[in-house]
């Protein structure tokens, strides 16, 4: 192992729990043979951040560096590293480590972030007892298995959603065998949602939006929607009853709504959750057993996903909305996402001097 280029990341760290961050600076783990130096141009902001943030999810390790959704370029390498070399723009997602063995039945399978070894981006330990930084920060060290080459023609901005939201939503949708024809509905128009529905249109699915805001109704369309369903209009909702194939859960619904869902479903579809709900799932075993429709859910995608969630984007022109901020005003995009408010993501800009 040895020092990477910086000796000291500079970087914004929750000092305890709360959307408050602070310029605060940490000694990195040495450079191993596998790993790269990342220094970083954009982080995206995801909700996990300000869970993470809260402790709504559990204890916090602070001081906290978060951002999981990270785009830079290569400023050195460790010695092994061969698909990398300085200068390389490459993303990092939600996952640094894993042990990446094919006798692990979690890296065997191609879901590396179910590994008992795992390490996450934030809020999580290496084996030697250091906490992992994200990437709200200048740079990052991570293994180079978990850094992917940003496509040419995908604008550095607009790639930091991808590495988490975009594989969040494809990742599924790949391994339940979204196909064209498939009727899919999604619901939550976010900063998940807005890009399921891109993904799930360039699949060849047939594309219901639902929400409960109308005025999202012409975006949804233009974004690939097929149709779009305003919650609040039972009208509309009857009209989409026992229709469809599968439905991705996208935002934090209410555990009421569940019985609901199914009843949009067609006989074996599948219902996905994506985002956690509030409180306990409420819904009758009978609703299940009479429709033979699936409740399952999905973590991010592992390493092979990842590199077809940024290919498919390139070769479908899949975009996140996004609203830019300075990271000098990282607190007021954190409360500004956290109001909901944010038009999808936010994608942190960095200008952060050693």
């Known amino acids: 192992m040895v020092q990477g280029k910086i000796s000291e990341i500079h970087g914004w760290a929750a000092m305890g729990p709360g959307l408050k961050v602070e310029p605060w600076s940490y000694t990195p783990r040495p450079l191993g043979d596998g790993d790269i130096e990342i220094k970083i141009e954009y982080s995206g902001i995801c909700g996990s951040d300000l869970h993470t943030l809260k402790e709504e999810w559990g204890p916090t390790i602070f001081p906290a560096i978060v951002g999981h959704e990270i785009v830079g370029r290569v400023i050195t390498k460790g010695s092994k590293v061969t698909e990398f070399k300085e200068g390389d723009l490459v993303g990092v997602g939600a996952q640094v480590y894993s042990c ?36 709200y920060a200048e740079a990052v060290r991570v293994d180079a298995s978990f850094a992917f080459k940003i496509p040419d023609n995908i604008d550095p901005i607009h790639a930091p959603p991808l590495m ?112 956690i709900p509030e409180g306990h799932m409420t819904f009758a075993p009978f609703d299940i057993i009479s429709t033979e429709v699936s409740i399952t859910g999905s973590m991010i995608g592992g390493i092979q996903v990842l590199k077809k969630t940024l290919e498919f984007a390139s070769q479908n022109n899949i975009r996140p909305i996004i609203e830019k901020y300075p990271i000098s005003q990282v607190n007021e995009a954190l409360q500004r996402m956290n109001e909901g408010q944010a038009r999808y993501r936010i994608v942190l800009t960095h200008e952060i001097s050693g």
């Not at 692990?104 to 930084?133: I, R």
């Not at 990742?171 to 128009?189: C, E, Q, S, T, Y």
């Open 100 to 135: 990446l063995q094919g006798d692990c039945k979690a890296c065997g399978h191609n879901l590396d972030p179910h590994c008992p070894k795992s390490v996450y981006t934030y809020n999580s330990k290496y084996a030697d007892g250091q906490p992992a930084q994200g990437g």
């Open 164 to 275: 988490c939201a975009g594989v969040t939503v494809f990742a599924p949708m790949l391994r339940k065998g979204v196909k064209r024809g498939d009727h899919v509905g999604i619901v939550g128009i976010g900063g998940l949602g807005h890009l399921a529905i891109q993904y799930a249109h360039a699949l060849g699915a047939d594309v219901v939006a639902f929400s409960h805001s109308p005025n999202k109704r012409q975006q949804c369309l233009e974004l690939g929607a097929s149709k779009f369903v305003d919650t609040s209009d039972k009208s509309e909702v009857d009209a989409v009853r026992h229709t469809l194939d599968y439905l991705f859960i996208t935002s934090n619904s209410k555990s009421s709504q569940y019985a609901e869902f199914i009843s949009w479903m067609a006989f074996e579809g599948t219902i996905v959750l994506l985002a």
